[in-house]
């Protein structure tokens, strides 16, 4: 009965914490909007003060602390859902741009400091380095804000792109992932295509790993998938998917124990490929009417496959929902035809992922692929239609306007490759930069440039074609 109770509580503290970003979200786009003392701060200033009370009330710490990819309240680990999603992001952005490791709301503060701190945000502008911390505190401490504290990033929670030791090693470990990921998901492919039975516990070990990784250092993650490879497309696409899916999973509010099932269907979404002559498969040229027909039937082969596993359970049940749907749009159009017209979350988050890597991969059959934007304005013109308009906005705020390995023309002549994604939704079309040419065509180690600052002069003219350029971009996350 206690364990229940327990729970109920956590519960309980985890949908506030959740309510106090929203508000502090709230309070920092209102500052944003007027001046110091203007009455449309009042609300967002009460609303925090009484959710800071409630909080304390029930004797717990009102502190928000940036770890990995999530904001934790206390010790309760906050997970973003669809309807918060924005502010989530937002402040653990916020957070991370000023360096604030935690902030903490002690039971001394009133209405006035926290009506301060959110315009102390306005008055310094942040640099890529921890003196924005120190600068921030000082600030607090001359206008007399005692009742909130600060404590300052972690290095392990940085803002990722620099090129310290711990972000190099960060990369090497998202790399080992990525490739322990292909080689098990070609094992299982190869059985499949043999006749042998499936072997999926290897496979789930790497997915779990490949969970943990994303969760401490997506940037990374996220970038390999700009590996592209002619003779390994289906292996590297399967696990490029993956990497997308769980992803979005996340950020939809996906506990742990499922993300792994969503990465797994993900994964083996393409199983059913190999029950397709190989002369189809690779086919450098169109399809013709017969063999388009042979190929719309993997997503039964997909599922025949895993139905031969030896005990059915919550996994493979799993693996046969991306399998099954993952050619089927958001409005049941698409294919295999079927009878019903409710598609599950995990099949429209695999259909996004797919479409997209597909649309920036260069397959065997459509070898010249789309720029990342590009692809995202194909999508985009079909949500609704062919994918869930809610799942859509969030695959966008993951990757951005300007994907991980866009290749970028600048105002000032240079070429730059996108390293990630601004954490804020509305900053979504400056992201942080690598400049990897100079004005004059020549091949630079350039710096990192965060866009969103308007001090560094650059701007974004046009996304490039990295093929037409003979530029790897894969490289620059390796």
């Known amino acids: 009965m206690s364990d229940m109770?327990?729970?109920?509580?956590?519960?309980?503290?985890?949908?506030?914490?959740?309510?106090?970003?929203?508000?502090?979200?709230?309070?920092?786009?209102?500052?944003?909007?007027?001046?110091?003392?203007?009455?449309?701060?009042?609300?967002?200033?009460?609303?925090?003060?009484?959710?800071?009370?409630?909080?304390?009330?029930?004797?717990?710490?009102?502190?928000?602390?940036?770890?990995?990819?999530?904001?934790?309240?206390?010790?309760?680990?906050?997970?973003?859902?669809?309807?918060?999603?924005?502010?989530?992001?937002?402040?653990?952005?916020?957070?991370?741009?000023?360096?604030?490791?935690?902030?903490?709301?002690?039971?001394?503060?009133?209405?006035?400091?926290?009506?301060?701190?959110?315009?102390?945000?306005?008055?310094?502008?942040?640099?890529?380095?921890?003196?924005?911390?120190?600068?921030?505190?000082?600030?607090?401490?001359?206008?007399?804000?005692?009742?909130?504290?600060?404590?300052?990033?972690?290095?392990?929670?940085?803002?990722?792109?620099?090129?310290?030791?711990?972000?190099?090693?960060?990369?090497?470990?998202?790399?080992?992932?990525?490739?322990?990921?292909?080689?098990?998901?070609?094992?299982?492919?190869?059985?499949?295509?043999?006749?042998?039975?499936?072997?999926?516990?290897?496979?789930?070990r790497v997915v779990q790993g490949m969970i943990d990784q994303l969760l401490a250092a997506e940037t990374n993650l996220i970038g390999l998938t700009t590996i592209r490879s002619h003779d390994e497309y289906t292996y590297n696409h399967s696990v490029n998917v993956c990497i997308l899916s769980l992803s979005i999973g996340q950020r939809v509010g996906i506990n742990k124990s499922k993300l792994c099932e969503l990465g797994m269907a993900a994964l083996f979404h393409d199983i059913g490929k190999s029950d397709i002559p190989i002369e189809i498969l690779n086919k450098p040229s169109e399809f013709s009417k017969e063999e388009w027909e042979i190929m719309q039937r993997h997503p039964v082969y997909g599922v025949r496959k895993i139905m031969k596993l030896k005990g059915l359970d919550a996994l493979s049940s799993r693996i046969i929902t991306g399998a099954f749907e993952h050619h089927l749009n958001n409005d049941s159009s698409g294919y295999p035809k079927v009878p019903y017209k409710k598609i599950s979350l995990f099949g429209k988050i695999i259909t996004l992922a797919d479409c997209y890597d597909a649309l920036t991969s260069s397959r065997v059959y459509s070898r010249v692929p789309h720029v990342p934007d590009e692809a995202l304005r194909f999508m985009l013109s079909r949500a609704g239609k062919a994918y869930d308009p809610i799942l859509m906005k969030i695959f966008i705020n993951c990757i951005g306007l300007y994907p991980a390995g866009s290749l970028l023309l600048l105002n000032t002549k240079e070429l730059a490759v996108v390293m990630q994604n601004n954490p804020d939704p509305e900053k979504s079309s400056t992201p942080r930069i690598k400049v990897i040419a100079n004005p004059e065509g020549n091949e630079i180690d350039g710096e990192m440039i965060d866009l969103s600052d308007p001090k560094t002069g650059r701007s974004i003219i046009e996304t490039l074609d990295p093929q037409k350029y003979k530029i790897d971009v894969t490289r620059y996350f390796m």
Do not use: W
Not at 78 to 103: N, Q, V
């Open 5 to 204: 109770r327990t729970d109920q509580l956590e519960r309980e503290m985890i949908r506030i914490g959740k309510v106090l970003i929203n508000q502090i979200f709230v309070l920092l786009k209102t500052a944003q909007n007027y001046e110091e003392g203007h009455l449309a701060m009042n609300a967002p200033v009460s609303n925090i003060l009484k959710t800071v009370g409630e909080i304390q009330r029930r004797n717990e710490e009102a502190s928000l602390r940036v770890q990995g990819g999530y904001l934790i309240l206390g010790e309760l680990r906050l997970k973003p859902d669809a309807a918060g999603f924005d502010a989530f992001m937002f402040t653990m952005g916020e957070m991370k741009r000023y360096f604030i490791g935690c902030i903490s709301f002690t039971r001394s503060v009133n209405a006035e400091e926290i009506g301060k701190f959110a315009y102390i945000f306005k008055d310094i502008e942040p640099i890529p380095a921890p003196q924005t911390f120190h600068k921030l505190v000082m600030h607090m401490h001359n206008r007399n804000i005692i009742g909130i504290e600060l404590d300052i990033l972690g290095k392990e929670e940085a803002f990722e792109g620099d090129d310290s030791s711990e972000r190099k090693d960060s990369k090497v470990r998202a790399k080992k992932v990525y490739l322990q990921t292909v080689h098990a998901v070609s094992e299982v492919m190869e059985n499949a295509k043999m006749g042998q039975t499936l072997k999926l516990r290897k496979s789930k």
